[in-house]
């Protein structure tokens, strides 16, 4: 019997979803809407994958993987299952449920650009349909989905929460960790009425373990942004702690791994040359600059930036220091970045500190090359541009260069060999735990 206190479209909706009669559509097939796809494959549902990269809509349409921590078995399993990719944004009225999974980086002025998100939502909403839901994945600051999207739909003439559903979920993909997966990790789910609750529910519960409903898409935006800043300050205060250690001759690797000992109160964060990822070096300026709307200064957060910012340069500090004291200057010297994804075991180069390390050393006039076994060939990047291939680790190579930059611990490093043929390391992750006399920790 139909429950008359619900609105029609609702009902039908969650019904479909229930039943797994629904298609899902999920709009942006990177290293967060491609694995939401194969979730919602492997749950049941018939999945419509919408991205503007040709190249890549080819590949999937293949069924191979293009991300190497995505199994190519996955990908034409899914196939196998009904998903499918494509170019065409007229098919958005397809999908019962329209997931937007899209980058949100910085302008040049450190403000957010939503511009992948308002260009996307533009060019959905003239195939959007009654009943269907839409989802936005991508991190933002509080307020967008009620400011931005809710105004775009009803622009159309829509009702929002009686027949199309409008919701707020933040993604939370830890590309290349092993011991979470989309199912695994808790869905945050916020909507616009309550009744876009009830849909978001609907639509996440058959393909996630736990959904976690909050009052608003503004509180659901928000706790995206407090559990990266909440990495980005301990980072930041972590890797202040390393600079008055190396200050003070103390290892901080050391120190870290003790006080991770405590079973309460502590948990431990490791410096590093810098932030990478398209997270936690860019959501903390989301909510910095929604901030001043309110007449906010959020000091805390802006320092914790100042510090994570400098770090490729109290690096490449370290380094010259390194060299100087063995009668060499930066300029001229042979340097190899060894690992430039910006975490380990993953092919990312979002917002990779090492990049920036290579772009300061070559400005300082050294001759930089890099070893990277997931990234053969430097990628087109928006902002930085070199013209190198990785290079292979053979025990004469690793001689020729002046000093060997560790900048991300990958596990396929032979780092014994690194050690016994490089003339000098300047190690930014901890690897090499004991004193050496070749190794300078920075």
Known sequence: MRDESKPAYLEQLTTRLRERGAVIGIVGLGYVGLPLTLRYAEAGFRVLGIDIDCDKVERLNRGESYIRHIATTDVARARENGFEATTDFTRAGEPDALIICVPTPLGAYREPDLSFVLDTTDALLPFMRPGQVLSLESTTYPGT????????????????????????SPEREDPGNPDF????????????????LEAGIALYSPAIDRVVPVSSTRAAELTKLLENIHRAVNIGLVNEMKIIADRMRIDIHEVIRAAATKPFGFTPYYPGPGLGGHCIPIDPFYLTWKAREYGLHTRFIELAGEINS???HWVVGKLADALNGRGKA???????????????????????????????????????DYAD???????RMREHRFDLRSVDLTPQRIASYDVVLLATAHSAFDYDLVRQYATLIVDTRGVYTAPLPNVVKA
Do not use: Q
């Not at 989905?145 to 707020?168: A, M, N, Q, W, Y």
């Not at 930066?330 to 990779?352: F, H, T």
């Not at 076994?373 to 990628?379: K, L």
């Open 145 to 168: 989905t009620d400011e931005e999207l809710k105004p775009r739909l009803e622009s159309r003439g829509f009702v929002i929460g009686h027949d199309v559903f409008l919701v707020f």
């Open 181 to 196: 997966h989309t199912r695994t990790i808790p869905k945050v789910c916020g909507g616009v009425t309550p009744a876009c």
């Open 310 to 312: 400098d770090m490729p």
């Open 330 to 368: 930066v300029m001229g010297s042979r340097v190899l970045v060894l690992g430039i994804a910006y975490k380990k075991d993953v092919e990312d180069m979002r917002e990779s500190p090492s990049v920036e390390l290579m772009e300061i050393l070559r400005d300082k006039g050294a001759v930089v």
């Open 373 to 379: 076994p997931h990234v053969p060939v430097f990628p």
